[in-house]
Nanobody, 115 residues
């Protein structure tokens, strides 16, 4: 059973930083895709960032230049470094991964940007 478990959410002021971490229960090298989605309050789920096994990382336009997604091989995690946070970044953030045709989701972690 593949599991993804997020951590690192919380409350942060606008302009602040936060790092999310997603621990996976199998080798991160098995995942062709690892990344992050989010669901803002009252809105649909949206892509945030993807760190593929090969190729370039993908970012939503709204987070380009502010967020960085990467695989930490030593920790066997996928990370999301979030800088210059804005009110509109408030959401539940979900870790996402693909192995072959199988898709996996974490349980979500809340990020609230508020003054």
């Amino acid at each position: 059973q593949v599991q993804l478990v997020e951590s690192g959410g919380g409350l942060v002021q606008p302009g602040g930083s936060l790092r999310l971490s997603c621990a996976v229960s199998t080798s991160i090298f098995r995942f062709s895709t690892l990344g992050w989605y989010r669901r803002p309050p009252g809105k649909q789920q949206e892509l945030v960032a993807i760190a593929p096994r090969t190729g370039s990382r993908i970012y939503a336009d709204s987070v380009k230049g502010r967020f960085t997604a990467f695989r930490d091989i030593d920790k066997n995690t996928v990370e999301l470094q979030m800088d210059s946070l804005k009110f509109e970044d408030t959401a539940v953030y979900y870790c996402y991964g693909e192995i072959g045709s199988e898709k996996y989701w974490g349980q979500g972690t809340q990020v609230t940007v508020s003054s």
